[in-house]
């Protein structure tokens, strides 16, 4: 089936616990699931293409100050953004998410471009006064198999 994007965006502006369960069961199992004391990271694919993924963030009881995303390959072939919504600033393969305050749900969704053939993501911020990086320890392919 194809994504209704005005859907999702839709979606991800009414932020909860209701629409992580919306989105989970709308896309099945994230392709990469990443989840600590802290944090909670789920990353799907959206059909359609080359590098459009979806990305949720949960945080537990803390709050991550100044957090970022970026969108790494591990073999070194640069990944550039292209787009971000909701609308946030990006440069070349990071996300600047700002504060994420505790027990809040966030989603974006992405668009690269690059001709990695995988990406990682990694979450970054600074919780209780220390920078930490959530790094999930699986890369995602940039293409469905």
Do not use: C
């Not at 459009?52 to 970026?70: D, P, V, Y």
């Amino acid at each position: 089936g194809s994504v209704d994007f005005e859907q999702i965006n839709a979606a991800l502006s009414t932020l909860g616990r209701g629409s992580w369960d919306v989105i989970s069961e709308e896309f099945g199992k994230p392709e990469i699931r990443h989840f600590t004391e802290n944090i909670d990271i789920s990353l799907w694919r959206l059909e359609g293409g080359f590098g459009s993924f979806l990305i949720g963030i949960k945080t537990g009881g803390t709050k991550w100050e100044m957090a970022a995303i970026r969108i790494n390959s591990p073999l070194g072939e640069p990944i550039k953004i292209d787009k971000v919504v909701p609308e946030m600033m990006f440069q070349d393969d990071e996300i600047y998410l700002g504060n994420l305050e505790e027990e809040t749900t966030t989603f974006i969704r992405l668009e690269v471009l690059g001709k990695a053939p995988e990406a990682e993501i990694h979450i970054s911020g600074i919780v209780e006064g220390s920078p930490i990086v959530a790094v999930p320890a699986k890369t995602v392919a940039m293409e469905e198999e």
